[in-house]
């Protein structure tokens, strides 16, 4: 059985060193030893990957006992404590708590504890997304286009921003090319641009030099001659 102490804190001004103090004492008046601590400075909106007790949740073993001064430590909304809870009982691991006075383990209560746990995660899971999917008809009601804006992904968002400046060098005659490159676009991308409704002004038409409407020539050898009676 190995005893864990976790103590965090979010931000450099506030300070662990009371968490640890209450956790310290906590397992003196219990006749506990802390085998390792885990101290970490740290936001919980952080996934549980970028912290160390994620790390912490994997190694535990059976019967191993995790303490720390408060449940709002582990987690920053009840759904990712709930399931922390839910991991650590089904590793058959305790979990306790110093202001709570939590000592969930392996019991009959920590079972129903941890079922209660999983359905209030359950309960919240659906309530998040039934939210969400009101959320998004309502949007979708009031004539929002839902989704990624257009052309964010091949950057011809970039090109909509810029019309007019793109408009002036099509004027100018410059290649597309050439446009492309100033613009920091692909030329396919340019392309596909100019060719969408997206692109407001016209491009410009290239003009071909045409020939003057075509006048018959007199013959040389009849002018002065007089016609014939």
């Not at 864990?4 to 030893?33: M, P, V, W």
């Not at 740290?42 to 160390?52: E, G, V, Y």
């Not at 949740?57 to 720390?68: G, H, Y």
């Not at 949007?139 to 408009?167: V, Y």
Request: glycine share 4%.
């Amino acid at each position: 059985m190995t005893i864990y102490g976790y103590c965090r804190c979010s931000t450099d001004k506030q300070t662990i060193e009371n968490q640890h103090f209450e956790i310290k004492q906590y397992a003196r008046k219990h006749n506990l030893h802390i085998n390792h601590w885990v101290e970490e400075t740290i936001s919980s909106r952080k996934s549980l990957q970028k912290r160390q007790l994620g790390s912490l949740l994997e190694r535990l073993q059976p019967n191993d006992i995790l303490i720390t001064s408060e449940l709002s430590r582990l987690g920053r909304s009840l759904l990712e404590i709930m399931c922390i809870l839910q991991s650590c009982l089904e590793k058959n691991c305790q979990v306790w708590t110093v202001k709570e006075h939590y000592r969930l383990g392996a019991d009959i209560q920590s079972k129903v504890l941890a079922f209660a746990f999983g359905l209030s995660a359950e309960i919240e899971r659906k309530l998040i997304s039934d939210r969400t999917r009101n959320s998004l008809q309502k949007l979708k009601k009031d004539g929002r286009k839902l989704g990624r804006p257009f052309g964010a992904k091949n950057r011809e968002l970039k090109l909509a921003r810029s019309q007019k400046k793109l408009a002036t060098l099509l004027a100018q005659g410059l290649s597309k090319q050439a446009i492309a490159r100033q613009m920091k676009v692909d030329k396919m991308t340019l392309y596909r641009f100019l060719k969408s409704d997206f692109f407001g002004p016209q491009l410009p038409t290239q003009t071909t030099d045409t020939l003057p409407p075509f006048a018959p020539q007199a013959d040389p050898e009849s002018e002065g001659s007089e016609p014939n009676p």
